[in-house]
């Protein structure tokens, strides 16, 4: 009898037919995250209008073509950049080296569209390399020297690369400080030098976490649309943007998306194919960690060189050219569209950090009462919306609400005889529904990793004191996980802020945020239109960076 009292006290997880109602929650989220995917998928294959063979014939091949050169250049820099910053940090002492460990995550708080915007005024013609090389030696015009070609798939990968090392850089500088000193002592022993040590022994044990940061790269490569748009530079995500807004076919997009889609899982595959069939170990039973060699003279100053270089790259210069175009137009801090911008960005991206750190809460927490196994294999599929682009988030989202507005509005007005025009796609429920697909995985990964911390003993002990399901979340699980939670809300809102492919596919009309007011200017060659917004969007960022830097010390 004391036993059946305890089961009925602990509730309906015994009852294995009974789902909870959190678990049924989790389910429904699962399937809210899931859906713009699927409809992705179902319009692709059966499209108004099949365009595959001119696709195919026409604009396809270019569009993948130009993508894949694009992924493999911005790796390949990203990757040298990030894991050569990292080994010099973690592995030596130079000048500037303890600023520097923080200093080389700041280009994270600058999009990749406003170092693209920075470049090109620094850059052109008109700007203040070219018109002090005029200066300098003579020259009347253009025809008098050779310049590189600024808006180029080359100036892409630079600006995208010099934007997206951190990902590398924080991953493989924690993979190289966690690798014992036993393994270099070794080769040390054998004669190896230092560039031979690197090679046969740090890289190979830190590959995991390099390729991991890779992939992140690669995946803003596919998503972003600002740079390769302001650079004119034709890849898949240019191609969803012109066939659907240039050409009005609907379908041809979700087709184009469907192709983005299949390279993201095949890109997010690749990764975790080449890290299981690579394994590296130490085999030392004793952890000693690696001891910095100080370097001095040249060669501390040209380590310094090689970690300043992408941090002004990356950071100093689009913040300069930038600050510089906010000041020389200070009047446009008052400009009402701006301020317009700026309240439709703090509202809609703190109403999405609030739903999409919630429901991950949930989620976990559902997943945790089921016991399943099911719900558990679901986790960690719901984490595809990061990987999917935001324009692919827009198509899967845009086609199917607009089709469920339009009949939600005409049933209403049958009934009704009043007309309340498109509720779903006329607000900014859609962006919000975005931005929570979009940056699902950020909440639900901090929510998982935070509630594995907690000990199975505490709900269990407030679950045997009568405690109901949401009273354990609630008192038990909120004031150890809240910390992690509240991380989780401020990174979810700035990538919110930074969002751009969505923001321009499911914006009402006439509705502006930073990104978006950004874009708009800056395209229409108004940089000083566009500056102010972009110092709000960097600020943002650098509190971001802040958190990241404060998580990782």
């Not at 951190?166 to 040390?188: D, H, I, K, N, W």
Request: some cysteine; glycine content about 8%.
């Amino acid at each position: 009898m004391k036993t059946l009292s305890i089961s009925r006290r602990l509730g309906r997880r015994i009852l294995p037919n009974r789902p909870s109602p959190w678990s049924l929650g989790a389910f429904a989220i699962a399937a809210v995250v899931l859906a713009p995917i699927a409809s992705v998928l179902w319009l692709a294959l059966n499209p108004t209008e099949n365009i595959w063979p001119h696709l195919l014939a026409t604009t396809l091949p270019r569009y993948l073509w130009t993508t894949v050169q694009l992924m493999l250049g911005v790796g390949l820099l990203a990757g040298a950049v990030g894991t050569g910053a990292a080994w010099f940090i973690a592995r030596y002492e130079f000048p500037l080296s303890r600023w520097l460990e923080w200093l080389l995550l700041l280009p994270l708080a600058i999009p990749a569209y406003v170092g693209a915007y920075a470049l090109v005024d620094f850059l052109e013609y008109a700007g203040p390399v070219q018109s002090g090389l005029r200066a300098l030696f003579g020259w009347q015009s253009a025809r008098d020297y050779y310049f590189p070609e600024i808006r180029s798939l080359g100036a892409a990968v630079v600006v995208l690369a010099v934007s997206l090392y951190p990902y590398v850089y924080l991953l493989a500088r924690a993979a190289f400080r966690e690798q014992s000193a036993t393994g270099e002592e070794v080769a040390m022993s054998l004669g190896q030098s230092a560039l031979r040590r690197f090679w046969r022994v740090a890289l190979p044990l830190a590959r995991p976490a390099i390729a991991a940061g890779l992939a992140i790269v690669m995946m803003e490569t596919v998503n972003d649309f600002g740079t390769v748009d302001y650079f004119a530079v034709q890849t898949l995500t240019a191609g969803i943007f012109s066939v659907w807004l240039d050409g009005n076919n609907a379908g041809g997009a979700a087709q184009i998306a469907s192709v983005v889609l299949i390279l993201v899982v095949a890109l997010v595959g690749l990764e975790k194919t080449s890290r299981r069939k690579s394994r590296f170990f130490s085999t030392s039973s004793k952890h000693r960690p690696l001891g910095k060699i100080r370097l001095t003279g040249g060669a501390g100053i040209l380590a310094m060189l090689a970690c300043l270089l992408p941090f002004a790259m990356g950071f100093v210069l689009p913040a300069w050219v930038i600050l510089s175009h906010a000041l020389e137009n200070a009047g446009r801090w008052a400009d009402p569209a701006l301020l317009s911008a700026l309240r439709n960005t703090l509202f809609v991206g703190a109403v999405a950090a609030s739903l999409t750190v919630l429901a991950g809460v949930f989620m976990v927490y559902g997943v945790r009462l089921s016991g399943r196994r099911l719900p558990r294999l679901l986790l960690p599929v719901t984490t595809i919306g990061y990987a999917a682009p935001g324009a692919v988030l827009g198509v899967g989202i845009l086609i199917p609400l607009a089709a469920m507005d339009n009949r939600l509005a005409d049933t209403i007005e049958a009934l009704t005889g009043t007309d309340i025009g498109l509720v779903l796609t006329g607000s900014a429920f859609a962006l919000v529904l975005a931005y929570s697909v979009r940056f699902f995985a950020i909440a639900q990964g901090a929510a998982d990793a935070a509630m594995g911390r907690v000990s199975p003993s505490l709900p269990m002990a407030a679950r045997s004191l009568g405690r109901t399901q949401g009273a354990t979340l609630r008192e038990v699980y909120y004031p150890l996980i809240r910390g992690s939670v509240a991380s989780a809300l401020l990174l979810v809102f700035v990538d919110c802020v930074k969002e751009l492919p969505a923001t321009l596919l499911l914006r009402p009309f006439n509705y502006d945020t930073l990104a978006t007011r950004v874009h708009d200017q800056a395209s229409l060659e108004n940089l000083g239109e566009a500056a102010p917004a972009a110092i709000l969007v960097i600020l943002v960022g650098l509190a971001a960076v802040g958190l990241l830097a404060r998580a990782n010390r």
